[in-house]
């Protein structure tokens, strides 16, 4: 148990922890898209689910373009400076796979986000549960990949300057 009754989330100082976080914000919003999906044929596109397609599109056009950004241009080429000669074809093949995997979600994502602009703007929009379920289960392959395999090896791998620095560039990404 915690010391505290107040939920806290970590900050940028612990930027391993803080890629953690921001999947679980990930898994939300794939939550709040499947209660859309179930929403509409009811309700249509009214007030409460033009609102929830308006938050997930913030949520995927930012956030997750941040978190990316935080992998690809900071975490991974860290990773990859640090592998010994043992582990670096292993993680090399890991870093490849999520790079590409990056691209396919981008790009399920603009399919998704069409739906999403037209429900946002009060119109009708095909978006069914077994679409919501194939995309979200698209991500969660690739969280699993990312906890199960990639954050472990980068907690063995970073140093102190190492999570330093990453907390520094993932800080002034925000700010900018």
Known sequence: MTDSLIP???????PLEMLEACHERLQA???????LAAWLPEHGPDKQARQ???????YFDIAAVKHHQDEEDDLFPVLRARADD????????????ILADH???FAGWARMRARLERIAAGEHADLSPADVEEFADAYRRHIQREEGE??????GLLSEEDIAALSGTMTARRRQ
């Open 52 to 58: 929830a397609a308006v938050n997930v599109m913030r």
């Open 150 to 155: 990639l954050l472990p090896i980068a907690r």
């Open 29 to 35: 919003q794939l939550a709040t898209l499947a209660r």
């Open 86 to 97: 043992a582990r670096r074809a292993e993680l090399g093949t890991l870093i490849d796979w």
């Open 8 to 14: 806290s989330s970590p900050g940028f100082e612990t």
């Open 103 to 105: 691209q396919r979600l």
